[in-house]
C-alpha cells in the first residue's frame, strides 16, 4: 500500500505535464497525494475497521466502501477527482456509475495486503471496485491490480505474475515500455492503463526503476505510478527507508496514522 501511495505523490506533477523520461528529480517539492492515495487509505480504514475480516471468513459490507468514498471525499474534497466520481459522491446515490476508468484499480492494493488467499483478493477487489466501477474492464483492472500484487507478496517471481495476469485476464503484456514509450497518450481507462502499470513494474530493477518506468510512458503519470508501486513494493521487500520517509512528510497526521497503522497490523 505504501507503494501506491509513493508512486501516486511522486507522479502527481507529471500527470499533465508528462515526461518521456526516466530522468528526473525524484523528489520535488511540489508533489502531493491526489485522490489515488485518499481512495486507498479509505479501502485500507474500511478493512482496519470491518468487524468480520480478522478471520478471513467473510467478505466485507459493501456499504462500508461507500459510505468511507463519500466521507474521504467529504472531507478531502479537492485532490484531483474525476468528474464522475464526484458526481457520485455528492449524491445521495449509492448506486455505481459503470465506470471502466483507472479508479478501482489505482484503491486496490490495502485489499491485496490483508487477505492470505488469491480467490477472496479477487472477489474482495471486485467487490471493492463495483460500488462505483462496476464496468466489467473496472472490474478486471482491480483484479488484476491485486492479483498482481498478491503474487509479488506471496513470492512469485515476475515470469510466473507475467503470464498469471496474461493468461487470467488477457492483458498484453508482451510490448517492451521502448516500444510502447514514443505513442503512449493520457488514458484514464483500466484497458489502457493497468497493462501498462504492469510492464512498468516488471521491466523495473529495484522499487525506484518501477516508479521512474511508470512516469517515464507519459499518460496518468500518477496512477500508473501508483499501481507500479503497489506490486513493486512487495516484490523488492518494501519502499526504500530515503523514499519513505519522504513521502511519510507530504501526508495530514490522519493519512499519516492510517497508513502507519494498517502497515502495522497487515506488513508483518
Sequence with gaps: MLGAITGDIIGSIYEFNNIKTKEFPLFDDRCHFTDDTLLTLAVAEVILNADEFPDQTKYIDQFQYIQQFKSYYSEYSSVGYDADFIAWATSSSIEPYKSASNGAAMRVSPVASAFD????????????????????????GAQATAAAIFLARTGY?????????????????????????????????????????IMAFLESTDFEDAIRNAISLGGDSDTIACIAGAIAEPFYGGVPEYIAEWVFTKLDDHLWTLTDKFMTQYYA
Design 117 to 140: 488467499n488469491l480467490s477472496i483478493v479477487l472477489e474482495e477487489a471486485k467487490r471493492s471496485a463495483e460500488v462505483t466501477h462496476n464496468h466489467p474492464e473496472g472490474i478486471k
Design 157 to 197: 517471481d515476475k515470469n510466473t505474475i507475467k503470464s498469471y495476469i496474461q493468461k487470467t485476464f488477457s492483458y498484453n503484456l508482451e510490448p517492451t515500455l521502448e516500444q510502447i514509450r514514443p505513442t503512449y497518450k493520457l488514458d484514464f481507462s483500466c484497458p489502457g492503463s493497468v497493462p501498462q502499470a
